[in-house]
């Protein structure tokens, strides 16, 4: 898939949940549960008003709840599966026709335009594993059916064993011939290149449209896994995510940025970016920014500065926090709720409160402009190194770009500081070089353009030919 796209992240069972109290480790009695049902065309329709086009479904299949091995929480954790062939229960209105209601959902999805994905976890199963449709033998496990790090409610698959390989692709055709668009592949260095080498292009041989984004933290192995392994896209976690967390923190400069962009060679546009996920702190934890609009400027350089596509976690857009959404609870998210019981009012901002609503509004402001060509899958020049320290141009804290289609070049600039700036932008000759564009027709003379940027924001100022 070529150019920008935009990727919602839904704990299905939280998105959707209309429970008011919260009990940590309470049962699914006791906190309720979202249900395939409650994705409905509203819903869907108003994920496209924030130019979503791929929705994420985050804890579909079957997994360990209350009274399995090592559970942990109330619900259990959406990747210690029990079935790779199942989807959980909780999620269906009727659990004989869960199945059915599962697909009803994805067909919703497709229907509304937007494209649907699930998890991928091919590392671990929970020690309860059990499918009837093809079930694991000892061979499939590790020995002493050990498990990675603290997650004893999963044992570890054996990858030395060639039948797991068969295995794991079945799981994946199975899932491409319910309607699934993609899958978001769960920890993937702990799996052997070679093995996604021969899966990814053996299940895109029957589904070539199908997108593999795959959970990757170490840079050295970004090589592998792209031009060996096949994923079409890996996690930006420890380059953008990180460098930004720490600039919005003020514990590194803006400029940093370009470093990390420049690590990223060739694969910079492959990298998928995100401010929050399961895995992450809330924008509004004290850990991170401490309040979600003080997270806008990170969101304007994610969003805008290259054709990487984005990644947006559910109820991020209404500024939930400031604590990380449980993976391991059955809860609900008091802002989500209010969303979406003024979607079924028929007014989605009806019970929203101020700062949500104007939170909501932003970033439907943001989002829509990544359609701009420019934006969705134009060139980029860093304007940093032209652009150093003085009396208008903080780099700790201002960080400046280009972003050109055809004719058409937008300064970009983002403000991570706390005051109203206004900053003058020196764009060097090279730049126009670079596009191959004569300067002349943009720029009357060599003095720097001013741009005035809101606090913790940022401005797309359109340079007239």
């Not at 720097?448 to 007239?464: K, Y």
Request: aromatic share 14%; glycine share 8%.
């Amino acid at each position: 898939m070529k150019g920008k796209f935009i990727v919602y992240q839904m704990l299905l069972r939280v998105f959707a949940n209309a429970h008011s109290v919260n009990r940590p480790g309470g049962s699914l009695q006791e906190n309720g549960s979202g249900k395939f049902k409650d994705i409905t065309v509203s819903v869907l329709e108003e994920l496209r008003r924030l130019n979503v086009t791929h929705v994420w479904y985050t804890g579909i299949i079957r997994h360990a709840t209350a009274g399995g091995t090592g559970v942990k929480g109330g619900a259990g954790s959406p990747f210690a599966i029990t079935d790779y062939y199942d989807v959980n229960p909780y999620l269906a209105s009727r659990e004989a026709g869960r199945m059915k209601e599962f697909e009803a959902m994805i067909a919703r999805t497709v229907d509304s335009g937007l494209t649907p994905i699930i998890d991928f976890v091919p590392n671990h199963v929970s020690p309860d594993y059990h499918s009837a449709v093809e079930d694991f033998g000892e061979q499939n496990y590790c020995p002493g059916r050990i498990h990675d790090w603290d997650w004893s409610d999963t044992v570890k698959l054996d990858y030395s064993c060639r039948d797991t390989w068969e295995k794991m692709r079945n799981i994946l055709l199975f899932w491409a011939s319910k309607g699934v668009g993609g899958f978001r592949c769960d920890m993937v260095e702990l799996v052997p290149v070679e093995f996604w080498k021969w899966c990814i292009a053996s299940v895109k041989k029957q589904y070539p449209k199908l997108i593999f984004i795959g959970e990757a933290y170490q840079p050295e192995n970004y090589s592998a896994l792209f031009d060996e392994g096949g994923f079409d896209y890996l996690y930006d976690k420890t380059g953008f995510y990180d460098t930004l967390k720490k600039i919005v923190r003020g514990e590194a400069p803006a400029s940093s940025l370009t470093a990390e962009w420049q690590k990223q060679g060739r694969y910079q546009d492959r990298m998928l970016k995100f401010l929050e996920n399961h895995d992450e702190d809330r924008i509004s934890s004290p850990d991170f920014a401490g309040d979600p609009f003080r997270g806008l400027a990170a969101l304007f350089v994610s969003l805008y500065f290259n054709t990487a596509p984005f990644m947006l976690y559910f109820g991020q857009e209404l500024g939930e926090g400031p604590e990380k959404t449980s993976i391991f609870d059955f809860c609900s998210l008091p802002r989500m709720r209010s969303w979406l019981r003024g979607l079924r009012a028929g007014d989605a901002g009806k019970f929203l409160d101020h700062e949500a609503s104007a939170l909501r509004d932003i970033y439907m402001e943001f989002l829509s402009k990544t359609t701009e060509p420019a934006i969705r899958r134009g060139d980029t020049f860093d304007l940093e190194y032209a652009n150093p320290g003085s009396e208008y141009f903080n780099p700790d804290r201002h960080f400046v770009f280009l972003r050109r289609y055809g004719r058409k070049i937008f300064l970009c600039a983002a403000n991570f500081s706390d005051e109203k700036a206004v900053i003058k932008v020196n764009i060097p000759g090279h730049a126009f070089e670079y596009f191959g564009i004569d300067e002349t027709e943009y720029l009357n003379s060599t003095t720097p353009v001013e741009v005035a940027i809101a606090p913790n924001a940022g401005t797309l100022l359109r340079l007239q030919n």
